[in-house]
T-cell receptor, first 115, second 117 residues
Framework: AQKVTQAQTEISVVEKEDVTLDCVYE???????LFWYKQPPSGELVFLIR??????QNEISGRYSWNFQKSTSSFNFTITASQVVDSAVYFC????????????FGQGTRLTINP | GAVVSQHPSRVICKSGTSVKIECRSL??????MFWYRQFPKKSLMLMAT?????????EQGVEKDKFLINHASLTLSTLTVTSAHPEDSSFYIC?????????????FGNGTRLTVT
């Protein structure tokens, strides 16, 4: 069965610091997809990034970057020069390529950026 | 981008009554929609997969007679919480894929906060 673990329940940093959110996943499928979502206090879920299991290339989007390592089953998310607006709960999620293709979420990491 | 609309955003009901939540894909068709439940400060737990024109697939531990799902068209799925009780109070979120396959990201509605008194 697929599983996603975000060991960091809460992280609090001062603005402009860099912060990395960890994500470790488990799956028996060779084809799978990884996602990160952001949930601000208003509650809606915002899609940030997706990666398929065959693409280990890291990605950078502005202050956001993602490090996908199949060898350690990890898909970590780094925010550089954090800002107060980055405060939210961040979820890592996994979808297997076959079957129902349902999306399973990690426990989430509550990130607080203090001014 | 793809938009999923969920209604109502908030509902308060009395114990024993039923509540219907609607989920619409506004600019795309969705043969499959997913219903999640989120308790305060907790993760999203998949409740069921809604399939257009057929029965929903429920996750283990979810009472299908309590959480009725109907996916009557390619743009509308509804979740009805029947005979609601205070323990059903939660944040319910629907989602749908714009495109085929697991690589397509799920787009989420804004959620419905249900409070049962």
């Amino acid at each position: 069965a697929q599983k996603v673990t975000q060991a960091q329940t809460e992280i609090s940093v001062v603005e402009k610091e860099d912060v990395t959110l960890d994500c470790v996943y488990e799956t028996r499928d060779t084809t799978y997809y990884l996602f990160w979502y952001k949930q601000p206090p208003s509650g809606e879920l915002v899609f940030l990034i997706r990666r398929n299991s065959f693409d280990e290339q890291n990605e950078i989007s502005g202050r956001y970057s993602w490090n996908f390592q199949k060898s350690t089953s990890s898909f970590n998310f780094t925010i550089t020069a954090s800002q107060v607006v980055d405060s939210a709960v961040y979820f890592c999620a996994l979808s297997e390529g076959g079957g129902a293709q349902k999306l399973v979420f990690g426990q989430g990491t509550r990130l607080t950026i203090n001014p | 981008g793809a938009v999923v609309s969920q209604h109502p955003s908030r509902v308060i009901c009395k114990s024993g009554t039923s509540v219907k939540i609607e989920c619409r894909s506004l600019d795309f068709q969705a043969t499959t929609m997913f219903w999640y439940r989120q308790f305060p400060k907790k993760s999203l737990m998949l409740m069921a997969t809604s399939n257009e024109g057929s029965k929903a697939t429920y996750e283990q531990g979810v009472e299908k007679d309590k959480f009725l799902i109907n996916h009557a068209s390619l743009t509308l799925s509804t979740l009805t919480v029947t005979s609601a009780h205070p323990e059903d109070s939660s944040f319910y979120i629907c989602s749908a894929r714009d495109g085929q396959g697991a690589y397509s990201p799920l787009h989420f509605g804004n959620g419905t906060r249900l409070t049962v008194t």
